[in-house]
């Protein structure tokens, strides 16, 4: 494994190491997994190429995932249009 120093500020740095300390990692282990992350090419789907090609959730998205509970009825779609239409004060 090869090894690579890198340059922080001091309040970024800090931060990061509190950040791995709170997810109970090593800074290392979690600069190489968004690393890993960011340079992983885009998975192609088994449906075909009509469907759009996704990457794989980060670590962050990963603990959300879950998170909450919508009724099995639920349209994201609706509820889109009905907070845009709401934010704009056109319902």
């Given amino acids: 494994m090869s090894q690579l120093t890198i340059t922080l500020d001091d309040n970024l740095l800090q931060a990061a190491q509190e950040y791995a300390r709170r997810?109970?990692?090593?800074?290392?282990k979690l600069v190489a997994e968004l690393l890993q992350a960011a340079v992983q090419?885009?998975?192609?789907?088994?449906?075909?190429?009509?469907?759009?090609?996704?990457?794989?959730?980060?670590?962050?998205?990963?603990?959300?995932?879950?998170?909450?509970?919508?009724p099995d009825n639920f349209d994201y779609k609706t509820a889109v249009k009905e907070a845009i239409l709401e934010k704009y004060n056109r319902l």
């Fill in 23 to 28: 997810h109970g990692q090593e800074l290392d």
């Fill in 41 to 70: 090419p885009l998975a192609q789907p088994e449906t075909g190429p009509s469907v759009l090609p996704t990457r794989p959730l980060s670590p962050i998205i990963q603990e959300l995932y879950g998170s909450v509970k919508l």
